[in-house]
Structure formats: C-alpha cells, structure tokens
T-cell receptor, first 113, second 111 residues
Framework: EAQVTQNPRYLITVTGKKLTVTCSQN?????MSWYRQDPGLGLRQIYY???????DKGDVPEGYKVSRKEKRNFPLILESPSPNQTSLYFC????????????FGSGTRLTVV | KQEVTQIPAALSVPEGENLVLNCSFT??????LQWFRQDPGKGLTSLLL?????REQTSGRLNASLDKSSGRSTLYIAASQPGDSATYLC??????????FGRGTSLIVHP
C-alpha cells in the first residue's frame, strides 16, 4: 500500500531532550515536507526537501533540523525541544513536484513538558 | 504572499442536506488545488485533486470545481451523512509546487 509512515504516533518528552520523528514513504516521491498544526494557526510548513541532499526552510524552521540522505526517509529532529513545540506534526510527500498532489502521514502528537 | 481562505469556518447541518464549502485564493497562477478531509487528531486524507487545466473533479458524492479567473474552488457534498463530519481543507499549489493551505471548514452532520 502506498503510504507515508510516521513514528511515533504519540510522544511525551521533557524540555531539552533531543528527539527524532521519523518519516518514510514507499512511493519513490522526490518531494517531502514537514508541517505542524496548531489550533487557530492551521498547517505551517517547517522544512521541505525537493530531493536527496536538498532541503530548505519553510515558514517556521526555528528549533528544527532535517536531513534527506535517502529518497524514502525525511526525519525531523528537535535538538532541544521546548514547550512551544508541543503540536501535531505531519509529514507529506509528492511526486512530480506536486503535480499529482500530496500524500500525508497519520501525524505525530508531540507534547513537551 | 498567497492567501487561501475557507468559508465558512464551521458548519452544522442535518443529515441529507447538500453542502457547498468554499475555498478562495489570491494568486490565480495556480498549478493545482487539492481538497483534504481531516478527522480529529488524524492525518489528512486526499479527496480530490484538480489540475489547473480542469474545471471539476468528481468522486462519489463529492464534486470539486475550480474557477481560476475568480480565484475560487468549491467542494460540493451531496446528501450529507453523519460520517461526513470532519474538517475539510483545501491546498493551493502554484509554480513552486509548495502548497498553501486554508484553515479549513469544520463540518458536523447530525442525524
């Protein structure tokens, strides 16, 4: 089944403890992206990647890192999480630079205490 | 910067009604427009994708139209059911193919 897989689905962590949220797609998509979704603010793009080793900042990149060493994987790294990064995170991918639309993962609910 | 607006923000209707959800965008240089459904706390499920060369797309009880000249897309839901209750989001993609999302319309269909 064609899908974007995120792990974990739920995560509670403490301030300052580094964490990684994984994202993997099995559709050979070039484009991958991370979003966060907060009440009243909608979906905001964190980082995106047009292809392997090519990444760029979205609208809210502060406090996040990404890497794209393989086409299928696009992990999101929080080096020193803070409570304002408590949010619902989504990974998305697309082929043909969006021509066929976007496929989203099921989301990761992150709570930083 | 591109803005995508969805009206209404919330909608509550009795079962069986035909519904129209609106999505407007400021940049008419659109590449495609995608409608999604999101259940509470869940991921986004793609419903319909309209390319800029198309006027509409249909899937079951759903029909989405695109009017580039007026900067609007509408999602029509026929004979609504309680299972249609969810948030519906539209996403505009332009030349960079990086989508801009609306804030969504929260729909409740009550029996």
């Amino acid at each position: 089944e064609a899908q974007v897989t995120q792990n974990p689905r739920y995560l509670i962590t403490v301030t300052g403890k580094k964490l990684t949220v994984t994202c993997s797609q099995n559709m050979n998509h070039e484009y991958m992206s991370w979003y966060r979704q907060d009440p009243g603010l909608g979906l905001r793009q964190i980082y995106y990647s047009m292809n392997v080793e090519v990444t760029d900042k979205g609208d809210v990149p502060e406090g996040y890192k990404v890497s794209r060493k393989e086409k299928r994987n696009f992990p999101l790294i929080l080096e020193s999480p803070s409570p304002n990064q408590t949010s619902l995170y989504f990974c998305a991918s697309s082929s043909g630079q969006g021509r066929r639309g976007y496929t989203f993962g099921s989301g990761t609910r992150l709570t930083v205490v | 910067k591109q803005e995508v607006t969805q009206i209404p923000a919330a909608l509550s209707v009795p079962e069986g009604e035909n519904l129209v959800l609106n999505c407007s965008f400021t940049d008419s240089a659109i590449y495609n427009l995608q409608w999604f459904r999101q259940d509470p706390g869940k991921g986004l499920t793609s419903l319909l994708l309209i390319q800029s060369s198309q006027r509409e797309q249909t899937s079951g009880r759903l029909n989405a139209s695109l009017d580039k000249s007026s900067g609007r897309s509408t999602l029509y839901i026929a004979a609504s059911q309680p299972g249609d209750s969810a948030t519906y989001l539209c996403a505009w993609s332009g030349g960079s193919y990086i989508p801009t999302f609306g804030r969504g319309t929260s729909l409740i269909v009550h029996p």
